[in-house]
């Protein structure tokens, strides 16, 4: 069940426990996308997505990270919280990867085993 989006904006959907999340949400899917990510940034509102990703860094940036890696199928493998300047080990079945501000995860109820929608602007 592969997954092609572009680069864009759309919403993270997760359904936890304490109901349904909408969360704003940046697609960044093209290579120059990818490679930019959050450098230059000093927040960010919401969340990006990075696809294809297995793994990231922190060099560079100005604020600390939530990492949640996803499988093919949008589900949660691992969730992290890294310090600027960190490297990432690469995640064997991560296909995408998504970053938000350090702490914001656990609140939308982003967690291992969890699976997360994403919708696209001007899509369907």
């Not at 919403?11 to 936890?16: A, D």
């Amino acid at each position: 069940m592969g997954r092609r989006w572009s680069d864009g904006r759309g919403q993270l959907i997760v359904q936890g426990a304490a109901g349904t999340v909408a969360v704003p949400l940046e697609l960044a899917t093209s290579y120059r996308a990818r490679t930019k990510g959050l450098l230059g940034r000093d927040a960010i509102d919401g969340a990006m997505l990075l696809s294809p990703a297995s793994s990231v860094h922190t060099f560079r940036m100005r604020f600390p990270i939530d990492v949640a890696y996803l499988d093919r199928d949008l589900k949660v493998v691992g969730v992290h919280t890294m310090k600027r300047g960190r490297l990432g080990l690469p995640r064997v079945r991560a296909r995408h990867v998504l970053e938000a501000g350090a702490g914001v995860m656990a609140g939308w109820g982003v967690r291992v085993g969890v699976e997360v929608r994403v919708t696209v602007e001007g899509a369907e």
